[in-house]
C-alpha cells in the first residue's frame, strides 16, 4: 500500500475550540488520522466569560494538577444573583462548583493535548464531493467532514444554516483584561464569587468575573437587539457601585451562539456531521456552551467509530438520536409564551431575591 498524501485524513474538523480538539483526541485514540483546520493561530482570544463545572473536567479527563500550572484555574464556591441595579442574593456552596479558566489557554492546551494534526490560519474556502468523499480547499482529501467552528461554521452553512436568518440567536459581548496594581486595588469583584445581573425583562444577563489578575465583564441577549447600548450601561453601572475600575476598556468584543430549544440546524448528512455551537446545543437554561460542546463531540467520536467508515446520513443517525435523548425535543423559544414585560418583571424580582430560587 502506497504511503498516505499528508493532505488526507480520515476525520477533517473545522474548528479547533473545546468541541473540535474533544473530537479529535477521542478519534485519534481511536487509530483514526485526524487533521484540525481553524482559521486562527492558537493560542487564539475567544469571547467567553470563561468557566466550567466539575462536570467538564470529569468528561474532558482533565489532570487539574497538570493544567493549573502556569493557567488559571479559579475556584467558584459562591454566587451573587440579581437585577441589575437591584439588591443581591448571595449564594454560599461551600465547595468548588465551577473553575474559572482563560479560553486562550484552555483551548490551546485542548487542541495540543488532541494529538492531532493541525491546520492552523486556514480557513474552509472550499467543500465538494468527490466521489464517496470530499475534497476541501482543492488539497485535502477525506471521507468525513465534521464542523466545530461554533455558531457561524462554514459546515453549518454548507448544511443550509442562515447565522442572523430565520435564527433567534443570543448576541454577546465581553471583555477580559489584565488589572494593573491600581486596578486590583479598586476591583470589589472577589474571585471566587462571580456576579451576575438579569436584565428586567430577562432577555439575558451580565456578568463579572474576576481570575486571579484578570478581569471578565460581559452581557448577553436573547436577539441582541441594541446590544451595545446595554452593554455599554451595564458597564457604566458596575462603575457606578464601585464593583469594577473606571478604567475598565470599553472595546467589548462580541459572538453569537444558539440554544438548543431554538436551534433548528441540519446535524447530520453524508459524510458530515456538526457538534457543539455549530449545532446549536447552548443549554437554554443558562447559556453553557462548554458542556454541550464537549457531549456532543464524545457522542460523534462513538458513532463515527461504530459506523466503520460507512459515512452515509443513515449510517451517522444514531448521533443525532443521541442528541435527542440527551437534550430533549427542540421547542419553542422559551421567550414565547412569557408572561407580558410588566408582570415579567414584578416575577423575575420576586423569584431572584429568594435565595431557594438563586441556590437552585
Not at 462548583?97 to 492552523?120: M, N, P, T
Not at 465534521?146 to 443550509?160: N, Q
Not at 446535524?267 to 449545532?279: S, T
Request: charged share 25%; with cysteine.
Amino acid at each position: 500500500m502506497s504511503p498516505r498524501p499528508s493532505d488526507a485524513c480520515d476525520a477533517l474538523i473545522i474548528g479547533g475550540g473545546p468541541a473540535g480538539s474533544t473530537c479529535a483526541r477521542a478519534l485519534r485514540r481511536a487509530g483514526l488520522d485526524v487533521l484540525v483546520m481553524d482559521r486562527q493561530d492558537f493560542p487564539r482570544d475567544k469571547v467567553c466569560a470563561g468557566w466550567i463545572t466539575p462536570a467538564v473536567v470529569d468528561l474532558l479527563d482533565l489532570d487539574v494538577d497538570e493544567y493549573r500550572r502556569g493557567r488559571v484555574f479559579q475556584p467558584i464556591t459562591s454566587f451573587l444573583t440579581g437585577i441589575d441595579g437591584g439588591p443581591q442574593v448571595a449564594t454560599d456552596y461551600g465547595r468548588a462548583v465551577s473553575f474559572g479558566i482563560r479560553r486562550c489557554e484552555f483551548d490551546d492546551y485542548l487542541l495540543r493535548r488532541s494529538g492531532a494534526r493541525l491546520a492552523l490560519g486556514e480557513s474552509l474556502d472550499s467543500m465538494r464531493r468527490v466521489g464517496d468523499g470530499w475534497l476541501v480547499n482543492d488539497r485535502i482529501e477525506t471521507r468525513l467532514v465534521i464542523g466545530a467552528g461554533g455558531h457561524f461554521c462554514p459546515v453549518a452553512r454548507h448544511l443550509g444554516a442562515r447565522p442572523g436568518k430565520g435564527e433567534v440567536a443570543v448576541a454577546a459581548q465581553e471583555i477580559e483584561f489584565e488589572l494593573d496594581a491600581e486596578q486590583q486595588r479598586a476591583c470589589r469583584i472577589q474571585p471566587h464569587t462571580p456576579e451576575l445581573f438579569f436584565c428586567d425583562d430577562m432577555k439575558g444577563y451580565g456578568w463579572c468575573f474576576r481570575k486571579g489578575d484578570f478581569l471578565n465583564v460581559g452581557l448577553g441577549r436573547e436577539g441582541g437587539h441594541q446590544l451595545s447600548r446595554h452593554v455599554q450601561a451595564f458597564r457604566a453601572s458596575l462603575i457606578a457601585q464601585g464593583k469594577i475600575p473606571p478604567g475598565t476598556p470599553v472595546d467589548f468584543h462580541g459572538h453569537a451562539y444558539l440554544l438548543y430549544s431554538s436551534a433548528r440546524r441540519t446535524v447530520i448528512d453524508d459524510g458530515v456531521l456538526l457538534i457543539g455551537d455549530a449545532a446549536g446545543l447552548a443549554y437554554p437554561q443558562s447559556g453553557e456552551g462548554i458542556r454541550p460542546a464537549i457531549e456532543s463531540a464524545l457522542m460523534a467520536a462513538q458513532s463515527v467509530c461504530a459506523v466503520r467508515g460507512d459515512y452515509r446520513r443513515s449510517s451517522l443517525a444514531p448521533y443525532q438520536d443521541q442528541l435527542g435523548a440527551r437534550y430533549g425535543l427542540r421547542v419553542a423559544p422559551a421567550s414565547q409564551g412569557m408572561p407580558p414585560g410588566r408582570l415579567r418583571q414584578a416575577l423575575a424580582g420576586w423569584l431572584l431575591g429568594s435565595r431557594w430560587f438563586a441556590r437552585h
